[in-house]
T-cell receptor, first 111, second 115 residues
């Protein structure tokens, strides 16, 4: 059974640009959550999508957005990038319980 | 306001001995707890979980204990192996029977198991 896949794995952008990250869930998993990991703040919840609807949202500015497609694949977008957005972005998927399974992450560097 | 706290940033143990990783929480609405293990440049890997209706859950070398009155949980690894060296994250959820499965994570404990 294939795991959670995230693309791209590494990305370098400059301030002011925008970026789109992609996550493909484990087959049968309809929920996709996104997290940001930084050395100072640890793992922080961004948002969760289920059946193409955002169900939960963390405390991040509106520059961070996401969407989910009918095949459960999800994308997150960050607009007007800031240096502080440099982080590992992780997506996690689950079927219908609490146990979330994480992808390898996308390492975003903003210069 | 850190709702899930892992007060030990690091822990070092000898191979074959017990590793005990601790986690405290403040939100009494949390009713499900999970432990994840993370290697550098990889996503967290789910290890073991426990519902608030239990006080212990065991899976092979891994046992999680929950003390609801103290709002404390711990992960025991016995015996510890060098391959267990990683960052361990404690996470909590207040979804219960509802749909809120947002996980709140602690900042992690780096476990080093020395041969």
């Amino acid at each position: 059974k294939a795991g959670v896949t995230q693309t791209p794995r590494y990305l370098i952008k400059t301030r002011g640009q925008q970026v789109t990250l992609s996550c493909s869930p484990i087959s049968g998993h309809r929920s996709v959550s996104w997290y940001q990991q930084t050395p100072g703040q640890g793992l922080q919840f961004l948002f969760e999508y289920f059946s193409e609807t955002q169900r939960n949202k963390g405390n991040f500015p509106g520059r961070f957005s996401g969407r989910q497609f009918s095949n459960s694949r999800s994308e997150m977008n960050v607009s007007t990038l800031e240096l502080g957005d440099s982080a590992l972005y992780l997506c996690a998927t689950r079927r219908d319980n609490h146990e979330q399974y994480f992808g390898p992450g996308t390492r975003l560097t903003v210069t | 306001d850190q709702q899930v706290k892992q007060n030990s940033p690091s822990l070092s143990v000898q191979e074959g001995r017990i590793s005990i990783l601790n986690c405290d929480y403040t939100n009494s609405m949390f009713d499900y707890f999970l432990w994840y293990k993370k290697y550098p440049a990889e996503g967290p890997t789910f290890l073991i979980s426990i519902s608030s209706i239990k006080d212990k859950n065991e899976d092979g070398r891994f046992t999680v204990f929950l003390n609801k009155s103290a709002k404390h949980l711990s992960l025991h690894i016995v015996p510890s192996q060098p391959g267990d060296s990683a960052v361990y994250f404690c996470a909590a959820s207040d979804g219960g029977g509802g749909s809120n499965y947002k996980l709140t994570f602690g900042k992690g404990t780096l476990l080093t198991v020395n041969p």
